[in-house]
């Protein structure tokens, strides 16, 4: 019965597969197509089949299917320009995980099959997304395989330096995880155009940087350029996306602070979106997203000087804690948020083992967030010294006083 249920995995990865492959060649004309659902769910079945017999036997089933597979795409291709292989090599590769199904991996072959079918159906999306690609961007990729794949895993794993502050491995998982965040934010608010909207380009520009947001945006309330309550929704919006990726972070990088730093940060978080939420219904038609300017996050520069700032907030955090204990501690990641949020955050995770319960851990890493969020309703004020700089500097001013309060109350408590 096992065996039964096995090869019932294989045949149904196989149709899974195949409803994909039908589906998209639906419109061919009847006889020109190389498989589709049927012949999907039989390669998926043999390919079961296969697994459960002597490997020599399986080799030759697997080269006869593949055999075929390619005989039909050779002929079919001699009638038709520009063929894809696609149909042909999936095939193969839905023979596989039916072997995968009966020789001890069918929850993998499952899940492999359900991505497959995925990617496969994601074409028209896919090629969309890369024809919008520039040269850099796809240098930019390259180059996130390259911090993420190569350097990575050869990075040691161990604390060294002045006072055992930086660990490498650690110190380069924070410029892959802050840099990957980065870059898909970048990508994504490129692909905004203007008149998709004043909040999406928010949306996407903050995961890359809160504060370019606001000064993009408080200078068009300066300048009258746009809805001023849309401009004040999408400044409260990315400072909801700030809090929003620290929490992200913490939760990766320092995961028993992340209570008590969601504690502080909860009700922040509750009055911006609000605030957002009543600006964005005050407002006029949709706003025109306008220019945000990012830097591109993989640039080489930026992604050294991001290791490098935080190896050296890390080595004032460690000289902190041993010489002027928590206080001296907080009071170094307090000064580094007023400048970037997430290198305070990452300093604090790099440190090799820091003597701080969680809660109090989350208490100090929720000043920084406070105090980035203080500046930029300065930002407000300086860059649109007028009644909409006021509006738009007021939410991110209340958050920051109801954390500040959140604080007192828990360190009194």
């Known amino acids: 019965m096992i065996m039964l249920q096995y090869l019932g995995y294989a045949l149904a990865l196989g149709l899974l597969i195949g409803l994909e492959r039908g589906w998209s060649t639906r419109e061919d004309a009847a006889g020109t197509r190389v498989a589709g659902l049927r012949t999907f769910g039989v390669l998926g079945l043999t390919g079961g089949v296969a697994g459960l017999l002597p490997p020599a036997v399986a080799a030759i089933a697997v080269l006869a299917a593949g055999a075929i597979l390619l005989t039909g795409y050779i002929r079919r291709s001699a ?55 520039t040269a850099a961007e796809v240098r930019s990729a390259f180059r996130f395989a390259i911090i993420a794949l190569v350097i990575l895993p050869l990075a040691p794993d161990r604390a060294m330096g002045p006072m055992d502050a930086w660990n490498p491995h650690r110190l380069w998982l924070v410029v892959v995880l802050v840099s990957g965040l980065s870059f898909a934010g970048y990508i994504a608010v490129r692909r905004v155009r203007p008149a998709r909207g004043l909040l999406l380009a928010a949306l996407f520009g903050a995961v890359v940087s809160s504060t370019a947001v606001t000064a993009a945006f408080a200078r068009r309330l300066r300048s009258g ?17 700030m809090v929003a990726r620290v929490l992200l972070l913490t939760a990766i990088l320092a995961p028993p602070a992340l209570p008590s730093l969601a504690l502080v940060a909860g009700p922040a978080l509750l009055i911006a979106v609000l605030c957002a939420l009543l600006a964005w219904r005050r407002s006029g038609a949709a706003s025109d997203a306008g220019s945000i300017t990012l830097g591109n996050p993989l640039e080489v520069g930026v992604a050294l000087g991001l290791a490098g700032l935080v190896a050296l907030l890390s080595l004032a955090g460690q000289w902190a804690l041993q010489r002027f204990g928590h206080a001296g501690l907080a009071v170094t990641l307090l000064i580094t948020g007023f400048a970037d949020v997430d290198a305070a955050i990452l300093a604090y995770a790099n440190l090799p083992a820091p003597a701080l319960d969680g809660r109090l851990a989350g208490i100090i890493l929720a000043g920084p967030v406070l105090m980035n969020t203080l500046l930029k309703a300065a930002i407000c004020i300086v860059l649109a010294p007028s009644r909409g700089g006021v509006l738009a500097a007021l939410p991110l001013a209340s958050s920051a006083i109801v954390g500040g309060g959140v604080i007192a109350l828990m360190l009194a408590g």
Do not use: K, N, P, Y
């Not at 350029?225 to 996306?241: E, P, Q, R």
């Open 79 to 133: 009638r038709a320009d520009g063929l894809s292989a696609t149909s042909a090599i999936v095939g193969v590769v839905t023979m596989l995980l039916g072997m995968a199904a009966t020789t001890g991996f069918a929850t993998e072959a499952v899940a492999a099959a359900a991505a497959l079918s995925l990617i496969l159906s994601m074409r028209d999306t896919l090629h969309h997304w890369l024809r919008g690609l």
């Open 225 to 241: 350029d746009g809805d001023a309550a849309a401009l004040a929704a999408g400044i409260a919006l990315a400072s909801v996306v």
